[in-house]
């Protein structure tokens, strides 16, 4: 049995910023829109962080960002592994749902001030989910090894969103985040190189037939 989906009614649905919490968590709509059955508050209970000195507001938008990344990717995971025929690839790509929902909860925990601020067109993260969306408008009638090859391209995306945020990095920039980012990207890189080892399947049936 799933679990409710934890959001408001619509009539009763705050305007902007569309952001609820959940314990100290700032929780976005479309992380609340995401397959209901994951749990959550999965990774973010009793987590604590430390954000002294304050971000910048440059930070904020990348974490915003790097957030709004995350739970893209779990999205699109979501949408892969309903159409993997492959049950032991399928299963690790739910995994990867979870992992990259577990992501997006810590880097909130580092964003309590303030609104939700709105991704910038023609960014690095536009053109991420716009990849996201590509893959998952031809997910049907595709080779598998297709498909990895496509999650590969979008992983190394985020990857180097990653980068990018670390290179923002200076002394006095909160330890701990820097450490929480640095323990992310370690993880999407082991698990795109997992993915990029993984044997080509056979054409994933047209769900049409």
């Not at 739910?94 to 909860?105: D, E, I, P």
């Not at 910038?120 to 996201?132: E, P, T």
């Not at 049907?140 to 995306?157: N, P, T």
């Not at 002394?171 to 990029?196: F, G, K, M, V, Y």
Request: glycine share 4%.
């Amino acid at each position: 049995m799933q679990s409710p989906r934890v959001r408001p009614s619509r009539d009763h649905r705050p305007t902007t910023p569309r952001f609820w919490h959940i314990g100290c968590v700032r929780v976005t709509e479309s992380y609340l829109s995401s397959d209901p059955s994951l749990p959550l508050t999965q990774g973010i209970d009793n987590m604590s962080v430390d954000t002294n000195p304050p971000l910048t507001d440059e930070m904020v938008q990348r974490l915003q960002d790097l957030i709004q990344a995350n739970i893209d990717s779990a999205e699109g995971y979501n949408d892969a592994a309903a159409h993997l025929g492959d049950s032991e690839l399928s299963d690790h790509v739910v995994q990867l749902n979870r992992q990259r929902l577990k992501f997006a909860s810590e880097l909130q925990t580092f964003v309590q001030v303030g609104g939700v601020r709105p991704v910038k067109d023609g960014s690095w993260l536009a053109k991420l989910h716009g990849s996201w969306l590509d893959l998952k408008a031809n997910l049907i009638g595709r080779d598998i090894a297709e498909i990895l090859r496509d999650i590969r391209h979008v992983e190394k995306m985020l990857e180097n969103a990653y980068d990018e945020t670390l290179a923002l990095m200076t002394p006095a920039t909160s330890t701990e985040l820097a450490d929480r980012l640095r323990q992310h990207l370690d993880s999407i890189r082991r698990e795109r190189e997992r993915i990029s080892g993984q044997p080509p399947h056979e054409r994933l049936d047209d769900e049409s037939s």
